[in-house]
């Protein structure tokens, strides 16, 4: 995304979360979350140090309790107990910035976090594909040429344009994927768990079963060599899965998958359905908080909805253009008309 659109997604992000806490909505959830007691399930990508800080404290100074991977899993199976107010920590990708900005965090705090990892990143030029198609998709690549696009079409397809964009501009890109030596590093602190994030982060229900099969292995394996521990758990890159795609999850003897499905856990959960809030790490700390409490999605949806843009933000700021075209035009009419009458 662009420097401009990130600020303006900032600045709408506070108001919306002004809106949200002026209305009453943040505050009901809040009292919510902490009467019904389910556990509050959050992943983040990247996060500035100063930002995940703010997260840790809130959470601590709302009575939030850490839980790893393994107390929620056993809560989900039935063995064990969680206590009030937890709440589970996790990453996707394996972004290198988190070693600088989480890690020391969570050491300090004794804060139990997971990773969640794409290996052909970490193994092979560090570049994760979104990155390519926003920086040279439209000018390079025909039809299916943004992101979004990249996302709806098969595995293959998206390998083939994938590789054209990396064999021309490989060079000229930095890294942004752990290296193999941070993943082993991070995987020896007590406070982490390692989990899978496919090798290529593909879409899931795009690939055709030797593929879907591919990722899952090649994944698991490779994380398994890498940090000499059995990997047992997993998230779904983009929280994109079917009943299929979690059956061959369950099937490589994973214990866990995560999803991105907006829910707060309860102890009938199905650990291959693991629901999780996403909380985008920057902007208004407002927003965040508003994220972490998982009422933040269906807001943005219902918005989305109303100006029928069907999740793309780039549609809804042009649409947002357009109103407040409009509402200007009325204000200056409004300002001509009282001008001229003297008011
Ligand atoms: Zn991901």
Known sequence: MSKGRGIIRNILGGIIAGGLMITGVYLRAKRKALQENKIMPLFFHTISKEFFFKCILWLKNNGYVFISTEQLLNYLKGNGTVPDHAVWITFDDGWQENIDNVIPIITE??????????????????????????RYGKKYLKTDNTIKKMRLISESR??????????????????EAMTIENVKQIARLPQVAVGC???????????????????????????????GKSV????YPEGDYNSHVREVVQRYRFDLAATTDNRFISDNDDPFLVPRFWVRGEGFFSAAKCQMLGIWNPFMWKILKMFDVDHDFDKFLAHLKNVLADIFELLFAIEVFLSSSGI
């Open 158 to 175: 998206r390998e083939e344009l994938i590789k054209q964009l990396e064999n021309r501009f490989a060079a000229g890109m930095t890294r």
């Open 109 to 134: 705090y004794n804060i139990p976090v997971t990773f969640f990892i794409s290996t052909d990143p970490v193994e092979n030029g560090g570049v994760f594909w979104w990155s390519y198609v926003s």
């Open 197 to 227: 994030h496919t090798a290529h982060h593909v879409m899931m229900t795009q690939c055709n079963e030797e593929e879907l099969n591919y990722e899952i292995k090649t994944s698991k394996e490779k994380l398994e060599n890498w940090i």
């Open 232 to 235: 047992n758990c997993f998230s």
